[in-house]
């Protein structure tokens, strides 16, 4: 999990800088983002994804991509999509 929002006593402010964006923030046991340094270290030699997603109206969705990093300076490569969002 590297993302997670939620409904939860304290709710996480997501409207950071790049610095915290690079680095993470937020409580891993409630709302958090885990910090693009530490998902590009993760997946340096290339990951699986999935994305649930829940619209407001409760439907919900996935995508799944096959194969995922992110470059040194965190631009996100993605491909092989499967799922239903």
Same mark, same amino acid.
């Given at each position: 999990v590297?993302?997670?929002?939620?409904?939860?006593?304290?709710?996480?402010?997501? !409207? /950071?800088n +790049?610095?915290s964006? /690079?680095?993470?923030?937020?409580?891993?046991?409630?709302?958090? +983002?885990?910090?693009? $340094?530490?998902?590009?270290?993760?997946? $340096? /030699?290339g990951?699986?994804i999935?994305?649930?997603?829940?619209? $407001?109206?409760?439907? /919900?969705?996935?995508?799944?991509?096959?194969?995922? !990093?992110?470059?040194?300076? !965190?631009?996100?490569?993605?491909?092989? !999509?499967?799922?239903?969002?």
């Amino acid at each position: 999990v590297i993302q997670r929002r939620g409904e939860f006593p304290v709710q996480q402010d997501f !409207y /950071k800088n +790049w610095e915290s964006y /690079k680095n993470g923030f937020g409580n891993i046991t409630q709302e958090f +983002w885990l910090g693009n $340094e530490n998902i590009r270290v993760l997946c $340096e /030699k290339g990951c699986k994804i999935r994305f649930d997603m829940r619209a $407001e109206n409760g439907e /919900k969705g996935f995508a799944i991509y096959q194969n995922f !990093y992110l470059s040194s300076s !965190y631009a996100i490569h993605i491909n092989d !999509y499967s799922g239903d969002a």
